[in-house]
Each structure stands twice: as C-alpha cells, then as structure tokens.
C-alpha cells in the first residue's frame, strides 16, 4: 500500500500532470457555459494557462514523462472534442460549405497519421512538433477572433496551418523507423 502511495505522488502526481488534470476538469467544466460569455472565457483562459503551464513546469523541473505526455494529449483531445461540441452550431453559421471540405480533408489526414502511428508503433502517437504547437495556439485563439470582423480570414489561416501540421505529422510517421516523441520538424531530430 505504502509503494502505490508513494508511486502515486511521485510519478502521477506531479506539479506538471496536476495541471494537465485541472485542463480536463476545467474542459469539462466549459460544456456547462454558454461560448463566448464572460465566464466562458475566464474558464477557457484557465484551460489555456494550464496547457501551457504543464509542459513549462515539467521541462523547468526536470519532471517530463512518457505518461504525462500521454497525459496532455488525452487532454488536448478532450479539450478538442469539448469545444467542437460547443462551436460546431456557430461554426456552421460562419464558415461557408468549402470551408468544411478543407476541415475534413485534414481532420482525414489526422486520422490516417494517428491510424499509421496506431499500426507501426503500435500506441497512440500524436507529436508535439512545431507545426502543431501552432495549429493548438491557433485552435485556441478561434473562440477570441469569432466575434471579430476578420473571423472568416482567421479560420481560413488556421485551417491551412492545420494541414500542414497534419501532414507533416502523417509524413514523419509514414517515414520513421521508430516513435521519435521528442520530433519537432519532419527534416530535423
């Protein structure tokens, strides 16, 4: 009992993967705010704040793993459905029918990275490269720039970074050797 107690606070309970668990609850939290309030947006802000945090903290501490990288991205794609959920019907009123071909082309592309990772790897693989740090801070910036006049343009931008990332992620898979979690760039280890 001792040795799970102490497991339990010294490599799931860590600074790091506590604030990756306070996104979860705080993404859980935001199915029950009505989008862009005020209160929306100060819960949305935590869940920001938090994934930014438990990267930091791990990396400052010395306190990365392998689980707690599984972590965050469990939470990102809790964090990712949760908020298709809440701005799918205000999507569908702003973003015209050929935007919604591009969203699937990469959202299929997505797939077919993590299905690739799925059958070589055989884990779940989603890597933290460059390019899709910037599709997650662009993602997280949409709820922002919806009540702006430049929202059409925004999404737009955002759905040409995602592809990229996808596809980048698609092609590092598809030509790896091995699951290389710390990749940043498809040319550079």
């Given amino acids: 009992m ?5 497991f339990m606070k010294e490599k799931l309970l860590t600074p790091p993967n506590i604030c990756t668990m306070l996104r979860i609850v705080g993404t859980v939290g935001l199915l029950l705010i009505r ?3 005020l209160p929306f947006y100060l819960l949305y802000t935590f869940c920001g704040i938090t994934d930014v945090l438990d990267g930091t903290i791990a990396r400052a501490t010395n306190s990365t793993s392998e689980f707690g990288a599984r972590l965050d991205s469990i939470a990102d794609l809790i964090f990712y459905a949760v908020m298709i959920v809440k701005f799918f019907p205000i999507l569908l009123e702003v973003l015209p029918v050929w935007m ?16 690739t990772a799925a059958v070589r790897y055989h884990r779940f693989a989603s890597l933290h490269t460059i390019l899709n740090k910037a ?11 919806l009540v702006q006049d430049f929202a059409l343009r925004y999404c737009e931008i955002t759905c040409v970074i995602a592809g990229l990332a996808s596809t ?22």
């Fill in 2 to 6: 001792e040795m799970r107690r102490r």
């Fill in 168 to 189: 980048e992620e698609f092609l590092i898979h598809l030509l790896s050797k091995e699951y290389e979690p710390g990749r940043k760039f498809i040319w550079k280890r």
């Fill in 35 to 37: 989008p862009l309030t």
């Fill in 135 to 145: 599709t997650g801070f662009c993602v997280f910036c949409l709820p922002y720039m």
């Fill in 100 to 115: 919604w071909y591009c969203i699937g082309a990469v959202l299929v592309i997505r797939a077919c990275s993590y299905v």
